[in-house]
């Protein structure tokens, strides 16, 4: 298995523009999460799907940013409009069948906004 | 909510040593802790898990130990070795639905 893959593995955009990151879960996984990771507050659980359902959203920051998983093999995050502070590395990751399974992350999506 | 802290942010150890990597949690009520690693540019690897009803575990070169009457958590790595170098975070389950992630210990290894 190729492990979980995002793209773009790198992201330069301005200020204002929309974002949207992407991830391939590992085959057969059906927990989905999406991480953000900066210096400042580290790694942050922003949502996570349970076969292709959102279950808790509570750690998405504000309305600018929405998370999709049509299928069980896709997932995006979204930003827009996006703004300097969204500047972190995105991580996306996966579990087997619960949330405290082993989570397998990705390699991350580094996003710069200027 | 949860949270976890570090005790150090930089570890400095020579190849060989064993080092200790502490993790302190405010959640009297958490059962399930685990320790990742992150390589630099990588996300984080799983490394070792523990739950509550166990004070210590051991994995290869790795043993994590849980002292729940003062909810502190350690990471011991046997013989260290430099590919042993990369940033450490506890993690613990909150609610049994999330991970809360600690701020990280940054383990350097010098030969």
């Known amino acids: 298995d190729a492990g979980v893959i995002q793209s773009p593995r790198h992201e330069v955009t301005e200020m204002g523009q929309e974002v949207t990151l992407r991830c391939k879960p590992i085959s057969g996984h059906d927990y989905l999460f999406w991480y953000r990771q900066t210096m400042m507050r580290g790694l942050e659980l922003l949502i996570y799907?349970?076969?292709?359902?959102?279950?808790?959203d509570s750690g998405m920051p504000e309305d600018r940013f929405s998370a999709k998983m049509p299928n069980a093999s896709f997932s995006t995050l979204k930003i827009q409009p996006s703004e300097p502070r969204d500047s972190a590395v995105y991580f996306c990751?996966?579990?087997?069948?619960?949330?405290?399974?082993?989570?397998?992350f990705g390699p991350g999506t580094r996003l710069t906004v200027l | 909510g949860e949270s976890v802290g570090l005790h150090l942010p930089t570890l400095s150890v020579q190849e060989g040593d064993n080092s200790i990597i502490n993790c302190a949690y405010s959640?009297?009520?958490?059962?399930?802790f685990i320790w990742y690693k992150q390589e630099s540019g990588k996300g984080p690897q799983f490394i070792i898990d523990i739950r509550s009803n166990m004070d210590k575990r051991q994995g290869q070169r790795v043993t994590v130990l849980l002292n729940k009457t003062v909810k502190h958590l350690s990471l011991q790595i046997a013989a260290t070795q430099p590919g042993d170098s990369a940033v450490y975070f506890c993690a613990v389950l909150e609610g049994f639905q999330k991970l809360v992630f600690g701020t990280g210990t940054r383990l350097l290894v010098s030969p």
């Open positions: 959640n009297s009520a958490s059962d399930y």
């Open positions: 799907f349970n076969n292709n359902v959102p279950i808790d």
């Open positions: 990751a996966s579990s087997l069948t619960s949330p405290w399974d082993e989570q397998f």
